[in-house]
């Protein structure tokens, strides 16, 4: 499947993070509302089919496919220009400044979240019939989903926050193993292989991952989830997206770029 190994595909990471930078407005925001949109109806697609299965195995068996649709459509998640953008501001790339590297985070957020949205309103009309049933059994689960990764964090206080913010920053590490790992092939098969084992990982883990929870916490909350938006922004979205920030960057990004893009001499051995 024409592998490639990561000394060849490591400066194309820091390129990819500097043509996002340089990507207009229109196309960040689209991009990034298509993939919130696709990866909402691949966990809506999981969860239906880990509930009617009863196997949660299944579901992370089947999750990855939105995953491999919006990568190999070149539409962006936050999870991955977390990982990408950073490399062409680090390597200092003309034009990449921190405040540039903000602004894409920003709208690749924007659109994502949009994207999320959109697919938890209208499958939560779907379920209940234009807002005229209970939504069954997918709505419970959502529900409880809803409120055990939310008030069951809270419940633990700081342990908790902890504890989401690193099933954030493990989330991350396998998501952009996932993305990275899709450029050690150039055939289609070899790309969607890479990504699916990592994803696959994290979904069935249980770890965080923040556009995923832009789908997932608005659809819970109108299929009657308890719990607020402040319980959802506090104890969820805002560590999740600080721990996907340091998982895709730290366990991922840097690693790639000190070791591959910028290698070090090789040592002289003393033969003495």
């Known amino acids: 499947m024409a592998y490639i190994d990561p000394s060849e595909f490591a400066t194309k990471l820091v390129d990819s993070g500097e043509q996002k930078v340089y990507m207009s407005t229109k196309d960040t925001l689209i991009r990034g509302y298509m993939a919130g949109a696709i990866l909402g109806l691949a966990a809506v697609f999981a969860i239906t089919v880990a509930t009617k299965t009863g196997s949660g195995l299944v579901g992370a068996l089947l999750f990855p496919i939105g995953f491999i649709m919006l ?6 998640l936050l999870t991955g220009v977390f990982t990408l953008v950073p490399l062409a501001w680090i390597d200092k790339r003309p034009g990449v400044t921190f405040g540039q590297m903000m602004r894409n985070w920003g709208l690749v957020a924007l659109g994502n979240f949009f994207g999320a949205f959109t697919v938890a309103v209208m499958m939560a009309y779907i379920f209940t019939m234009g807002f005229n049933t209970d939504g069954g059994a997918i709505a419970a689960k959502v529900a409880g989903i809803g409120e055990a990764r939310t008030l069951g964090y809270a419940a633990h206080g700081g342990d908790g926050w902890m ?4 099933r ?13 790992g899709a450029m050690i092939s ?4 070899g790309k969607w292989l890479a990504m699916w084992m990592p994803v696959m990982l994290f979904f069935f883990m249980g770890f965080e991952h923040s ?5 997932l916490f608005p659809f819970s909350l109108i299929m009657g989830g308890e719990f607020t938006v402040v319980d959802y922004l506090l104890w969820n979205e805002l560590p999740v997206v600080l721990g996907n920030l340091v998982g895709g960057l730290v366990f991922v990004g840097l690693p790639i ?16």
């Open 168 to 180: 954030g920053m493990l989330c991350n590490w396998m998501v952009s193993m996932g993305v990275v």
């Open 163 to 166: 504890t989401v913010f690193i």
């Open 186 to 189: 150039t055939s289609v098969s």
């Open 211 to 215: 556009i995923v929870n832009m789908f």
């Open 257 to 272: 770029y000190f070791t591959h893009a910028k290698t070090s001499a090789a040592r002289k051995l003393n033969t003495k």
């Open 71 to 76: 990568y190999l459509m070149k539409f962006d």
